[in-house]
């Protein structure tokens, strides 16, 4: 067997370096951790059954979504008698991390373009919906962003918290539309920045935190993940700020590696009663030396480390004493193709074999009209971030590649999923492999070939039908282990 690790020769893709640049491509190596030569032998078994009680049920089935048709996301792909050209072998007993889920940012931009929109919500978060995207995580913004019309913060006052509007309005289309049709969605906070009276530029725009703002500024964060819980959000986690390396025109805050670790250590013991985990760092994955020192510098404080795609490599996020998972990453003005390929190498198959427990991208919705949205005052917001839905004026709305990939990837790997080990007889057939909590088997692949692959997977011995999947698509099988 070779390891289906994604070729050095994959093409860059534009990303943005930080909140302004356009992103740029990653360059991939070989051999990465978790790819291992797995000898099972294969034996004809065309379909495996489930036992769950006293039911048996039989699991066999793929999805695809195309690279070259948007119309085609996530369709059932009918099985072929035809001889396999690739097989997947996944090793069970080769277990890693705990898979949190898939999940996307609700920015100002987003809750504009997704209040009242019944069919766009449904397409984020009903996990009946054959097509949809099925999410199990939303990241709230706790200020303005680039993707805001207006700049603020919550107010406080030394003891409370008092949320503005936009705030107020994302609170409501979660409590409304999105908990209703999935009620364990979880909710992961993060400030773009503090109130400017705490910051050195006494501005929202740049600037960095104050020293003597550092013990106000952690009471704030707990007061607001307390009204947020209070009122209903499932709020789980919190990041102290999102990108503290970088400082911008628009609403974003500069923070050290000590101010994190002593913000950490004050909110942390607050935020555990009240059942919030905290985020280490959540900045690039080039910022993996950070992520290290603010862990030490605050043994005990953080329950994961947050990540985003935009600088550095997936492996850098390897070996980290607490989870990973990568909380922000943009579509831009790559195809379909050229988003199915990246995203499939970079933000799951080495993210995953890294140790990442989840993917969230960036906007969950924008307009398909440029600029709507957007904080007009700032020169360096993303001017080319796409959304994982696109919403035109008339309200209707179209999915972006990004919404392909995590409905694919939330199909193969449900949260409480263990990732595993897999490979391929392919070097352009890649794969991340997962049991879930009911014991089937999820993986989730892309085809980098310029043609068809018949793709067969085998678990424990056991091989199943052979599915044909087309040149650029992302797949997922679901079946079980004998």
Request: one cysteine or more; charged letters at 15%.
């Amino acid at each position: 067997m070779t390891p289906d690790t994604p070729s050095s020769a994959t093409p860059a893709r534009p990303r943005r370096t930080s909140r302004h640049a356009a992103r740029r491509g990653l360059a991939l190596l070989v051999g990465l951790a978790l790819v291992l030569p797995l000898g099972a032998t294969a034996s004809a078994r065309p379909r495996v059954p489930v036992h769950l009680g006293a039911s048996v049920v039989t699991v066999d089935r793929m999805t695809l979504s195309s690279g070259a048709d948007a119309a085609r996301t996530v369709v059932h792909v009918a099985a072929t008698t035809a001889a396999a050209t690739a097989t997947v072998t996944v090793d069970t007993s080769r277990r890693a991390q705990v898979w949190r889920g898939v999940g996307a940012a609700l920015t100002d931009a987003a809750v504009v373009q997704l209040g009242g929109n019944d069919a766009a919500t449904r397409l984020l978060f009903d996990r009946t919906r054959a097509d949809g995207a099925r999410l199990d995580w939303v990241r709230l913004p706790l200020s303005s962003t680039d993707f805001s019309t207006r700049l603020w913060t919550w107010g406080w006052d030394g003891r409370r918290v008092t949320p503005p509007a936009e705030a107020r309005r994302a609170v409501d289309y979660l409590l409304t539309r999105a908990l209703p049709l999935n009620p364990d969605l979880e909710v992961v906070v993060a400030p773009w920045s503090a109130p400017a009276s705490m910051k050195d530029s006494r501005s929202l725009r740049g600037g960095s935190l104050l020293v003597g703002a550092e013990a106000s500024y952690a009471s704030m964060l707990v007061a607001q993940a307390a009204w947020l819980r209070e009122r209903g959000v499932p709020v789980s986690a919190l990041s102290i700020v999102n990108e503290p390396g970088h400082a911008s025109d628009y609403t974003t805050m500069r923070m050290s590696d000590e101010q994190l670790a002593r913000v950490a250590a004050a909110v942390a013991p607050r935020l555990r009663a009240l059942g919030v985990d905290l985020w280490a760092v959540d900045h690039n994955w080039s910022d993996r030396a950070r992520v290290d020192a603010v862990l030490a510098q605050a043994p005990g404080a953080h329950a994961a480390a947050a990540f985003h795609c935009y600088g550095g490599t997936p492996d850098q996020m390897a070996g980290l004493p607490v989870p990973s998972i990568l909380t922000e990453c943009t579509g831009t003005t790559d195809s379909r193709w050229g988003t199915f390929r990246w995203d499939s190498a970079h933000l799951v198959v080495r993210s995953v074999r890294a140790g990442s427990g989840g993917l969230m991208f960036w906007n969950a919705a924008l307009s398909t009209t440029p600029g709507v949205g957007l904080d007009a005052g700032s020169q360096w917001g993303c001017k080319t971030c796409r959304g994982v839905l696109a919403v035109a004026p008339d309200r209707t709305v179209t999915t972006g590649p990004e919404h392909a990939v995590l409905a694919q990837l939330a199909r193969a790997a449900r949260p409480g999923a263990v990732s595993v080990a897999s490979s391929t007889t392919s070097w352009s057939v890649w794969s991340s492999a997962f049991v879930r909590p009911d014991g089937t088997v999820g993986v989730y692949g892309y085809n980098d070939t310029g043609q068809t692959q018949l793709v067969r997977v085998v678990v424990g011995g056991t091989t199943s039908q052979t599915y044909a999947v087309e040149a650029g698509a992302v797949f997922t099988w679901e079946g079980t282990v004998a």
